[in-house]
Structure formats: C-alpha cells, structure tokens
T-cell receptor, first 114, second 110 residues
Framework: AQSVSQHNHHVILSEAASLELGCNYS??????LFWYVQYPGQHLQLLLK??????LVKGIKGFEAEFIKSKFSFNLRKPSVQWSDTAEYFC????????????FGTGTRLKVLA | NAGVTQTPKFQVLKTGQSMTLQCAQD?????MYWYRQDPGMGLRLIYY???????DKGEVPNGYNVSRLNKREFSLRLESAAPSQTSVYFC?????????FGPGTRLLVL
C-alpha cells in the first residue's frame, strides 16, 4: 500500500537553528509531492509543491524541499527558524492517477523556542 | 474570495445523534474532499467528489455519507455518531493537484 512516512514526530529547536524534516514515500511511480503547514488553531496551508523539473523547490517563508527520487524522499528545510514557525508540518503525496487523492504523513510538530 | 468555508466550527453530539457538516468553496473547483485529522495519524480521506454529481469512498468512509449538492457545496453526514468519530474534520477543494483546505470542524461525540 502507498504510504508516507515522517520520522520526526516532535522537533524542538531554538530560534536561528537550522531545520530539516524528513519525508519518505512508498509509491514507485511518478508522484506529486507537497508540504503543508498547520499553525496552531488554523487550517492547513500549502508551503511548497513539486510536480517536475528542478528537484530543489522553494516555497513560502524561506522554506525549501529537495526531491531525491532514488531515496523516495522529499525533505523540508529552512536555514534559520523563527518562533513563528512553530506549527505542525505535513508531507503529502499525490500519485497522478487522475483522482487527485492525497496520502498524508502523520505530521511533525515543530516547536521553536524564542 | 472566502476560499473554503465550513460550518459549524465546533459541535458536541451524544452517541447516536446525527448531524451534517457543511462545506462550500467559491473558487469554482471541480473536486472536493472530506478528511478527518486525529492525533498521530495525520489526515485521512473520508470521501471525495471528483466533480459535481460524483462521490467516491476514501480511506475511512464507514459511518459517513456525503452529498455533492452542487459545484460549490459538499456536505458530510454522520447518521449515528459514535465516540470514535470524535475528530477534527477538514474539507478541501482542488482544481488540479493542489488542494485548499477549510478551517475545520471540531467534533466531540460523548
């Protein structure tokens, strides 16, 4: 079965630290990849997405992600986190089968200490 | 543009009661979705509607029904609520592969 794994469930960082959140998926074919962010009490917002082309994707708020096909990974990075980045981050995969169904990871809760 | 809206924001039900969660989008999207979000489990797809007039089961459809009333609206109905349905419910819409989410409905079933 297709699945998405986010290995870090909880991450605590100090402001200005660098962030890398792991995401691995099990689907063998071509996929579309997404990172969503959910700030406390808010709905999910799209951070960035990868469909094709340059495997290094830049998103909003200084986030970026790198698609490594050989590793089935799409890790999220930010060079220097801020307190306002405290949120839950979800990786999602959408096999382009025509149904636009997402498979979400279980999420990573990030807490940034001021 | 309001995007995706959901009502109610919060609801408490007793076991066995029924209710309908409403969702509407003003982006003229064809596809709409209902998810539930539970701690440690991410978002799981309940039902989706690829276009007006069609609905399909997702990963966890048991205990739910849906109606795609028109292109804008996609409702989720719990006919007989159970404590296991305590969750946060998100509606989403998409045109293409990117989904846009509503603010969620927090449901507590006692």
């Amino acid at each position: 079965a297709q699945s998405v794994s986010q290995h870090n469930h909880h991450v605590i960082l100090s402001e200005a630290a660098s962030l890398e959140l792991g995401c691995n998926y099990s689907y063998g074919g071509t996929v579309n990849l997404f990172w969503y962010v959910q700030y406390p009490g808010q709905h999910l917002q799209l951070l960035l997405k990868y469909f094709s082309g340059d495997p290094l994707v830049k998103g909003i708020k200084g986030f970026e992600a790198e698609f490594i096909k050989s590793k089935f990974s799409f890790n999220l990075r930010k060079p220097s986190v801020q307190w306002s980045d405290t949120a839950e981050y979800f990786c999602a995969v959408n096999p382009p089968s025509g149904t636009y169904k997402y498979i979400f990871g279980t999420g990573t809760r990030l807490k940034v200490l001021a | 543009n309001a995007g995706v809206t959901q009502t109610p924001k919060f609801q408490v039900l007793k076991t066995g009661q029924s209710m309908t969660l409403q969702c509407a989008q003003d982006m003229n999207h064809n596809s709409m979705y209902w998810y539930r979000q539970d701690p440690g489990m991410g978002l799981r797809l309940i039902y989706y509607s690829a276009s007006e007039g069609t609905t399909d089961k997702g990963e966890v459809p048991n205990g739910y029904n849906v109606s795609r009333l028109n292109k804008r609206e996609f409702s989720l109905r719990l006919e007989s609520a159970a404590p296991s349905q305590t969750s946060v419910y998100f509606c989403a819409s998409s045109e293409g592969q990117t989904q846009y989410f509503g603010p969620g409905t927090r449901l507590l079933v006692l």
